[in-house]
């Protein structure tokens, strides 16, 4: 019987959106407001789900508390209240786009779920514009 | 790597559910208070989602600036304030169901969508009542 | 101990915007979309509380569950699923605007309150639009 | 063409997580607060979801009036305001997590669903935590 | 410049309401299901809004963080999780309705916020019921 | 008859909380993770309400659409996908916490607000935090 369990966690960040080598028309025209140079942000709601078979003695797919924690110690402490672009390794060389931000949380979650279960992310950036990434 | 971006958006819109072929005894008994001839509404909630490859540059499986002017222009445009059974004609001979009106939705925003990309549509006719179509 | 005790519920229903005794001209630039002639509709969600001391034996300002029951029968029994201007007699000579409607609500609630309890409506015509009314 | 329909419900009541032939301080490391001997309780959300094809008379996958009334009569009336531990049969030897709470509600609706349509339970423990299940 | 600043916070917990003083039947009759002598419980989200000038300096009315720290300390360390008739002192000789707890919850974080400001509290023990104390 | 007529709106924008006389350290133990040199940022909810007569002839208090549009000249289009420390003139000299940020918009807004009606706004900073301001 397998059943997904999902927990809910969030974080704040500022980011730009632009291309290193494109010039400034181009970025302004591809990301328009997301290039301002100064940043802007938001609040990242994220919601991460773990698909597996559930535990016969315990009740649990995964306990919720552990995959509390472990969003807190992988996605929280990395990134909230940060700006992205500059003190996000991650980011260095990637725009943080909602869609690149959730294949980044699933790869640093990965490692850390047990290898015959799934992993799922969603990403809010906005209330009107999320992201969900399954994996490759 | 294939994310799924969504976009919320909503429209509000008046509609009667009833058979035009049944007697009145018949559409009260199917479609009770919903046949009301007098129509009733709602505000519709509407999360248009596309899933598809990062694409590399910028990040974006899709713009999701264009995807809401999409849904502006194809569906806000045409159903927002209006009486659906009498003033879009995609429902002159279908019932304006969520279930047909998801369909309809989907229907028409297919062509705008690259072809290798897909779509799903989800519809809140309230808070406690959705449908979700993803195509044929 | 005064304490504010309050309780939502919810109707659907149609209304149009426009003023009899104006030509079509000026009801089309006042209201504008919400004067269409066929209709449109929302999801009216509600939000009714009452002010007063609490019982000190039961712990209650008022049951919720009478609360409950009353708002169904005075508003949701003769609000839902109706088209405001043709179906509720209360508008057929008023327009049925988020303010007037939140009037008529609190006058239809009032006489059913406790004199000493005080009495106030909110009502949300769409998630971004709402109304407060404490009374006259 | 299939749509999946959804309706939202809730109740309210009180569990207790622990394993019976586990010792206290087992208990306790693995359920921690979750194992208070006194019970806590939570609001559940449920979102009951069926998928099929959509009648070509009435344009409804099903009647989401028949599937709200199928959700009171098995899922509300029986847990609604209980101790899930002590007055519900079905987790006399069944620890309540949400993963347990959400087979077991599967379980009691399937048999009501038509047999070609496919059935999803997803529950809410908290606004934060919750799990979904779309049967074995 | 008075500014109100407002810090949700939330605990999940088992009640059950009766006067220990009424026979059973007078119970069942004022409290419904509300009596269920094995308990149920809710998850309750709780608002807790300080009044006060805005300081020059800092661009405070009050640190949130200070705010969200004193909520933990006071209120959901004791609440959390446990049976509020069995476990929190204050409920033993007082029935644990919305209007008792948001009572108690201001006593116990009025000595705690500087005496020029002021104090409210909103509690919601389902997402349709819920109540509001500023004091007496 | 006075009614209050709300409407809600949002923008997105990066901050950060420090004052320039002090030292660092100072800055930091005060503000926190909200001292970030390299800014953070939050999806802002603005509710802003209009508290006045109902004008007998519209059943307006004030027309929501003008409110929208007013909100967006004077609100979101000077702080949406800004950096407010370094692009908003307001907060060139006053720190962005919420409680001024509320302040400004308060003060931007009341000029264009019919004179015998009052104002108030509500801003959240994150879903969990927010403030209210009625004027002076």
């Not at 929280?76 to 672009?85: I, P, V, W």
Request: charged share 30%; aromatic share 10%.
């Amino acid at each position: 019987m397998k059943v997904k369990v999902s927990r809910k966690a969030h974080f704040n960040a500022a980011h730009r959106l632009y291309v290193k080598d494109w010039d400034e028309a181009t970025n302004q025209e591809v990301f328009g407001k997301c290039n301002n140079p100064h940043y802007h942000g938001h609040n990242y709601e994220l919601v991460v789900s773990v698909l597996g078979d559930i535990d016969k003695e315990t009740g649990y797919v995964m306990d919720m508390k552990t995959l509390k924690d472990l969003i807190k110690a992988e996605i929280e402490d990395a990134f909230d209240h940060k700006n992205l672009n500059l003190q996000v390794p991650e980011f260095a060389n990637l725009i943080p786009t909602a869609e690149n931000i959730a294949v980044v949380i699933w790869d640093k979650l990965r490692p850390h779920i047990e290898e015959d279960k799934k992993l799922e992310v969603i990403l809010y950036e906005t209330p009107r514009n999320f992201v969900t990434y399954t994996g490759p």
